[in-house]
């Protein structure tokens, strides 16, 4: 079963900071990535697909990069809304696996 | 609007079963891989199971396989989880999420549905 390892788990930063938090997978999955927003108490939001898409409606500060086993996701400028928990998600025809997620603080 | 909304979680026993449904509108089911992801207090999510646009291609991850079952009725725009011999460790909140189309990820999620597992 491939693995998905998120770093740092938490994060802190101030507004307007770049932040980058970094996922990798166990073994190659090319570029079939995903970068999750949850905020408490509500459904996980789609950010990025396939690694580098922008999901529609997401804003432009947000940006993923990556392929094969390293991957990152990208906040331009850190906004007071970006707070919550971030996940990774590796999807395939047959499954889905989830990193276990970086709580970003602000 | 595009739009996914859960129903039937509650109290189980030990052991015991319980039925989920999800009813979607908004945009044409019968074209959609859809799936049940869930999510342990505290923890993050875990996927459970995907069932392709005609019913056609079902999949279930390994700690629900042969307990739970995916399904869907596109008649009904809805899909369903059966979810039998509960364990303590199925307590969670149920999300059914859309697939997108081919490389887009779960684009569309319920707003969940509460699953307790106790005696």
């Known amino acids: 079963d491939i693995q998905m390892t998120q770093s740092p788990s938490t994060l802190s930063a101030s507004i307007g900071d770049r932040v980058t938090i970094t996922c990798r997978a166990s073994q190659n999955v090319r570029t079939w990535l995903a970068w999750f927003q949850q905020k408490p108490g509500k459904a996980p939001k789609l950010l990025i697909y396939k690694a580098s898409n922008l999901e529609s409606g997401v804003p432009s500060r947000f940006s993923g990069s990556g392929s094969g086993t390293e991957f990152t996701l990208t906040i331009s400028s850190l906004q007071p809304d970006d707070f919550g928990t971030y996940y990774c998600q590796h999807y395939s025809t047959y499954s889905y696996t989830f990193g276990l997620g970086t709580k970003l603080e602000i | 609007e595009v739009q996914l909304v859960e129903s039937g979680g509650g109290l189980g026993q030990p052991g015991g079963s319980l039925r989920l449904s999800c009813a979607a509108s908004g945009f044409v089911f019968s074209n959609y891989k859809m799936n049940w992801v869930r999510q342990a207090p505290g923890k993050g999510p875990e996927w459970v199971a995907s069932?392709?646009?005609?019913?056609?291609?079902?999949y279930h991850s390994d700690p629900v396989q042969g307990r739970f079952t995916i399904s869907r009725d596109n008649a009904k725009n809805s899909v369903y989880l059966q979810m039998n011999s509960l364990r303590a460790e199925d307590t969670a909140v149920y999300y059914c999420?859309?697939?997108?189309?081919?490389?887009?990820?779960?684009?569309?999620w319920g707003q969940g549905t509460a699953v307790t597992v106790s005696s």
């Open positions: 999420a859309r697939k997108g189309p081919i490389e887009a990820g779960m684009d569309v």
């Open positions: 069932i392709s646009g005609s019913g056609s291609m079902i």
